[in-house]
């Protein structure tokens, strides 16, 4: 099974890279899962609205995953409700709308679970992830409960992350981290085999501060007044994430590629 996740799409130079590119990274890679963040879409780079979602699953998206942002365009509340393709982090205060985790069908009836964690280090309040994590593995375990296991944890710090990782090696086919925009080298398989990144980056534009026009967050770093709050860059977009070849009789990943595709950063691909 060939899977690709992505990782956030940011506002709408995000929105567009996806829609031009992603179908024909799909076909030329043969790729036959696609999990997407989503959760800096929107028009001002937070949050995600109906139609962008349904943009994202067109271009051949089958899961979106969110974070901190979900919540942020208002309509996300009420959509989430019906659109079980979208997920929030799973750790959130119980009673949010939504969820945190689903299995999808793949090729062959193959059954895909994705949970979307998110980190406590720096991040919004929300329950405890490494006691989601754990409440999860107990739930839902490779190839006896799902074929495949993906995770996307939602996280500011590197070593919560990796530590995600390293509790998920050898139970889920990859752990995915995203949040900070930037895409780590350290993508590797795991000695259990698990495929795993700190962080895939953003699908937007680079040339910016993790997204968000450089001049502006210029401004408001050297406490200038007419800073706005939320203004994305608006140049050519590139896109980020990981494909992992994952091995249908034991779900571990054999082999992993960074994806990289666009202006502003060396490609691979
Ligand atoms: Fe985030």
Not at 141 to 156: P, Q, T, W
Request: charged share 25%; hydrophobic share 40%; net charge neutral.
């Amino acid at each position: 099974m060939n899977i690709l996740i992505l990782g956030d799409i940011m506002g709408p130079s995000g929105r567009q890279v996806i829609v031009e590119k992603l179908p024909e990274i799909i076909r030329k890679k043969k790729i036959e899962f696609v999990v997407v963040n989503g959760e800096n879409a929107a028009d001002p780079g937070v949050g995600i609205t109906k139609e962008n979602s349904d943009d994202f699953f067109k271009a051949g998206a089958d899961v979106i995953t969110t974070g901190n942002h979900v919540w942020d365009q208002k309509e996300t509340m009420e959509f989430i409700n019906f659109e079980k393709r979208l997920l929030r982090p799973s750790n959130l205060f119980k009673g949010a709308p939504g969820n945190g985790f689903g299995i999808f069908r793949g090729k062959k009836n193959m059954k895909i679970a994705v949970i979307n964690l998110m980190g406590n280090v720096f991040m919004k309040k929300c329950d405890d992830v490494f006691e989601s994590a754990k409440q999860f593995v107990e739930k839902v375990k490779l190839k006896k409960d799902a074929d495949f296991i993906i995770v996307d944890i939602h996280g500011e710090i590197t070593s919560e992350k990796m530590a995600i990782g390293h509790f998920f090696d050898g139970k889920a086919t990859m752990v995915v981290g995203t949040h900070t925009h930037v895409p780590t080298s350290d993508y590797r398989i795991m000695t259990e085999g698990t495929a795993y990144q700190t962080d895939i980056g953003m699908c937007g534009d680079y040339n910016s501060v993790i997204g968000m026009n450089k001049e502006n967050s210029l401004k408001f770093f050297l406490k200038d007044p007419s800073a706005k709050k939320h203004y994305p860059a608006l140049g050519e977009g590139t896109i980020s994430g990981l494909m992992v070849i994952a091995d249908d009789k034991t779900g571990l990943a054999s082999r992993i590629e960074p994806i990289i595709l666009g202006k502003h950063l060396e490609n691979r691909i």
